[in-house]
């Protein structure tokens, strides 16, 4: 008869049924060169191995810690730039630059056909940024002027003549904008980076230069809009405004998930 197992003397006694006990924690998934060619497959083999140990480093620090966080992840990051480093370029010619900038309620409200702002209520053209049509030559073609104009006292930015516009433009994987999230990031990433001081308010260009950085701003940029209790959800649509502000290029990014949920075995 085979004898029945007993705990040994003083030992706690499990009130859990064992068919109910908590199940181990799953082990936090990891990026590897499969999924990052399943998210984006324009890159090299060698460009990702290059990339791969920074990806996970980050999506350990930020909680990206689940198969479907990586996944709404690695899909919003390969539609936004293709897992490369990208500044925001600034060099329009005057329509294009008026259609971006020039309108209140965006480039939805700029009429192509006659190079202007839809009319607001009193019957007047909508601009929110009038220089944009009276003074296009200083504007048109010269990043530097743009961009410290239309990013001027907001997002932490002085007035235009202080350039602060162009200095914090967008950089990164998922391009990071104005002084605010710059000194926001500088205070994330040195609270999970000890040995690693960096001022990036200081050195914005770090974002460029660096690719690290460029990655690691990535997770910071999703942490700071709480985006894993959505991809928690496997909202596509919630996870793609909380990125873009809005739903463009919602497609291409299902596509990309669809693609890396398939290597997960979601």
């Not at 730039?81 to 480039?107: K, Q, T, V």
């Not at 019957?123 to 200083?138: F, H, Q, T, V, Y």
Request: glycine share 8%; aromatic share 8%.
């Amino acid at each position: 008869m085979a004898r029945s197992r007993r705990s040994p003397p003083g030992a706690p006694r499990s009130r859990v049924p064992r068919s109910q006990a908590p199940l181990p924690p799953s082990p936090q998934p990891v990026v590897t060169l499969a999924l990052l060619r399943a998210a984006d497959a324009s890159n090299s083999d060698a460009y990702y191995a290059g990339i791969v140990d920074a990806l996970n480093d980050g999506a350990r620090r930020y909680a990206v810690n689940t198969p479907l966080r990586l996944a709404h992840f690695l899909a919003q990051i390969g539609h936004e730039s293709g897992f490369r480093a990208l500044e925001e370029n600034g060099r329009y010619s005057a329509p294009r630059m008026r259609e971006i900038f020039g309108c209140r309620g965006g480039p939805a409200r700029y009429d192509r056909a006659l190079d202007d702002c839809r009319l607001d209520a009193e019957g007047r053209p909508d601009r929110l940024r009038p220089k944009l049509w009276l003074e296009a030559d200083s504007y048109a073609g010269n990043p530097e002027r743009l961009l410290s104009y239309v990013y001027a006292n907001r997002l932490g930015n002085g007035d235009e003549a202080s350039g602060d516009g162009f200095r914090y433009r967008g950089r990164g994987l998922i391009q990071l904008t104005g002084k605010d999230n710059y000194a926001d990031f500088t205070a994330a990433h040195n609270a999970r980076n000890s040995l690693d001081p960096r001022d990036f308010v200081a050195e914005p260009e770090l974002l460029m230069s660096e690719l690290k950085y460029a990655i690691e701003s990535a997770f910071y940029y999703w942490d700071a809009r709480t985006v894993n209790p959505l991809a928690d959800q496997d909202d596509l649509e919630q996870v793609t405004r909380a990125i873009n502000g809005g739903l463009n290029g919602l497609e291409d990014r299902g596509a990309r998930l669809a693609s890396i949920k398939k290597v997960l075995g979601i």
